[in-house]
């Protein structure tokens, strides 16, 4: 996925920048993409990135007046609107391109990080303080792999950008690989390869003449955590007006932005709270080849009670006959952290981005508002493993019962979301850049304060969907969910629709279609 790359050394010019280029080569996947590199000598910096064309971090690097600031970002980040004014009002001058404010706020505050909020990674260099960091969002979620040695401290957006300079390292760690077979992803901030790590969520490493000075984080979990918790309808109001209030920065910006809607309840939380112009957002679903699912038929639904056009993005023969490729390319893109199942969201996204190159979701709604957990280990078949790797598929087990006795909230966000659901984001953005107000700061903050009744059926979602929108609240979702029915009729349409969702997962992802 488009990102950062490079290295901080204290070795001499012609050492590091031919490695430098190898590494911004190694991401270099696809023809919309804008590749750069920066370097200070003095300071030891040698960095490169690579960004979609037209993309919120398209036109690295950001310098302030002086120039003497000079920031290379990836990302996005979902500030409050009158930011840039506010910047302008103290006598900054911002450029024109989307993200030029971000390196005035560091001159306003050094601890500007606090107040980003999105999917980011980014280094800042300092020439006037002789200082360096490299920093990550909150979350975790915009994958910063890294390798340290004797040389250089290495970093980037995809490991095989540090495998391509450092060949030694491409070996796979058993521990790893033992957490990835169990659980479908590799956990606590590892990665797949033998001494290449991942950054910890809300990072900012600080580097002086070339070497770590200081890895620290701009962030706890705790603070959220140590929150008072709110009475039911309090912490309603609450979440509602910080919904309601922070959900259109999510569609700023000039890239035209498609809904990814589904049945469900979380894009439909999205849809009734920001109200469109008929026909302006257009709507699409994943489908199959054979019939449509009750995503589609509900989707297909909300999007025409809203006036906005829909369409299908069906995986047929197209892919099929294709299927090799993708395969391939899946499991290369992502640095193995996606599977060759995962080879059809590749070709989704590809036709998605033909509609509009930002994707809204609802991603992490349930995770954050239902607490849904989204993975746990599992044993293989008997006989399928070695010796040698069954203990470490074992302890995969243990290490993730430890990791269940945080706060389950702090687990969905910190961990859950940038360690497993990972390998299918960084797909994804290959092709263009997802959004989901699901981990807006302040949304998240808020829910850390929901009382326990909040987590007990969908009862909160409901009522966001019927407070924003009644039309939408009439649709039933595709478990059933909602609707203008009485409950027993409710209760028995949810029973048959969680049936045949059920079966229609099995008929495509379990079953021989021909069956």
Not at 100 to 120: I, K, Q, T
Not at 210 to 231: C, I, M, N, P
Not at 355 to 373: F, W
Not at 485 to 507: D, I, M, N, V
Request: with cysteine; proline share 6%.
């Amino acid at each position: 996925m488009p990102g950062l790359i490079g290295l901080i050394t204290r070795m001499p010019r012609e050492w590091a920048e031919p490695q430098l280029l190898r590494m911004v080569g190694a991401l270099c996947h696809e023809s919309f993409y804008e590749t750069g590199t920066w370097i200070h000598e003095s300071s030891g910096v040698y960095v490169g990135w690579v960004a979609r064309k037209n993309s919120f971090s398209d036109g690295m690097p950001l310098r302030n007046e002086r120039g003497d600031v000079v920031l290379v970002f990836s990302g996005e980040d979902y500030p409050d609107p009158g930011t840039a004014h506010r910047l302008r009002e103290r006598g900054h001058d911002l450029e024109a391109k989307n993200s030029s404010y971000l390196v005035h706020l560091y001159e306003e505050d050094p601890a500007f990080l606090r107040g980003l909020n999105g999917r980011f990674q980014g280094l800042l260099i300092d020439r006037a303080r002789g200082e360096t960091t490299l920093f990550n969002d909150r979350f975790g979620m915009h994958r910063v792999y890294y390798h340290e040695s004797k040389e250089a401290f290495y970093f980037a957006a995809e490991a095989k950008a540090i495998l391509a300079v450092r060949p030694e390292l491409r070996r796979i760690d058993p521990q790893s690989l033992g957490e990835f077979i169990a659980c479908g992803c590799v956990l606590e901030n590892r990665s797949l390869f033998n001494a290449v790590h991942v950054l910890p969520p809300a990072s900012a490493w600080l580097f002086q003449q070339g070497s770590v000075e200081k890895k620290s984080q701009y962030f706890l979990a705790r603070e959220w955590e140590d929150q008072a918790s709110l009475e039911p309808e309090p912490y309603y109001q609450e979440l509602r007006r910080v919904f309601s209030k922070n959900l259109s920065r999510y569609f700023n910006g000039p890239e035209k932005v498609g809904m990814s809607l589904t049945g469900g309840l979380d894009t439909r939380m999205i849809l009734a709270w920001n109200k469109f112009p008929p026909g302006s957002l257009p709507c699409y679903t994943y489908g199959g080849m054979f019939r449509e699912c009750r995503d589609i038929l509900v989707a297909r639904q909300v999007a025409r009670a809203c006036r906005q056009p829909h369409s299908v993005i069906p995986v047929g023969q197209e892919f099929l006959s294709r299927f090799s490729r993708y395969a391939e390319r899946t499991v290369y893109l992502t640095d193995g952290t996606a599977a060759v199942n995962r080879s059809a969201d590749l070709y989704l996204n590809e036709r998605a981005r033909e509609i509009a190159p930002v994707r809204m979701t609802g991603n992490y709604g349930g995770e954050v508002l239902r607490r849904i957990r989204a993975f746990k280990p599992g044993k293989p078949l008997p006989g399928l493993l070695g010796p040698d790797l069954l203990p470490y598929v074992s302890q995969a087990g243990a290490t993730y019962a430890r990791l269940l006795r945080n706060h389950p909230l702090s687990f969905a966000v910190f961990e859950q979301a940038p360690w497993h659901h990972y390998g299918l984001l960084a797909l994804e953005e290959t092709q263009l850049a997802i959004r989901t107000p699901y981990l807006d700061n302040d949304f998240v903050q808020t829910v850390f304060r929901a009382p326990k009744s909040a987590f007990v059926g969908n009862d909160v979602c409901l009522r966001l969907i019927a407070d924003g929108d009644v039309g939408l609240a009439k649709i039933a979702t595709d478990l059933g969910l909602g609707g203008n029915h009485g409950r027993l009729f409710t209760a028995a349409s949810g029973r048959f629709s969680r049936f045949t969702f059920k079966a229609e997962y099995a008929y495509d992802s379990g079953m021989p279609q021909w069956l």
